[in-house]
């Protein structure tokens, strides 16, 4: 997760432009939900520019968004979002699923993309619906992909290592709440743009409520 003063390209060949994302958020379907993790460090440079970051936002009683990449571009995503699910669900008289949601926010971000005036973010969506549990991941280009588990951000190949290793379909929400945080401790403790705690989000197809994860480092 990145502010404005943060280089957003590779220095090294102008030629070849590549989103620098400072940070490290996850998601992971279990046998009966998924689960959505971050760290809280923000980063400018090599400056930690916040130890309190939010990279993991609520979107409605559902569905949940985790970020990394630009600041201001992330902010103005969630906060679209969360307006635009709204109208959906006044309209409809129904929540959307997890797929609508998804590919909603792909369209907007496709949208930017194809104006030349791209969203410099890294996103995941993840949620529970009647059609069980769901994990999409983002780009910048608005691609849009299901997975069962999935990383963001700089610390991407850490935290994937883990859940590669680890990761079963018919893991519990015990066993998947830990995965999810050794894999995320293990970003923090390589990455140096992720760090300062972890936070998160536990949707179950068997609870009304989401299960939130705060956890100091």
Do not use: C
Request: proline content about 3%.
């Amino acid at each position: 997760m990145n502010f404005p003063t943060n280089p957003m390209y590779n220095a090294g060949n102008p030629n070849q432009m590549q989103l620098v994302t400072g940070t490290t958020g996850l998601a992971l379907k279990y046998a009966d939900g998924m689960i959505l993790v971050a760290d809280r460090r923000a980063s400018a440079g090599t400056f930690v520019a916040s130890k309190r970051a939010k990279k993991v936002h609520k979107l409605n009683e559902y569905t949940g968004m985790g970020i990394a990449g630009l600041v201001s571009d992330a902010q103005t995503l969630i906060d679209v979002m969360k307006s635009e699910l709204r109208l959906y669900e006044l309209e409809n008289s129904f929540q959307p699923s997890i797929r609508v949601a998804a590919s909603l926010l792909s369209t907007i971000i496709h949208g930017g993309f194809r104006r030349y005036t791209p969203w410099w973010v890294q996103l995941l969506v993840g949620g529970v619906d009647r059609r069980g549990s769901h994990v999409y991941v983002l780009d910048p280009s608005g691609s849009l992909s299901e997975e069962d588990y999935i990383a963001i951000g700089s610390g991407t190949l850490l935290a994937m290592g883990v859940l590669e290793a680890s990761w079963k379909p018919e893991l519990t929400k015990v066993k998947a709440k830990e995965l999810g945080i050794n894999a995320l401790k293990m970003a923090i403790g390589r990455d140096i743009a992720t760090g300062n705690g972890i936070d998160g989000l536990i949707f179950s197809t068997k609870e009304e409520v989401a299960e939130e994860i705060h956890i100091d480092l």
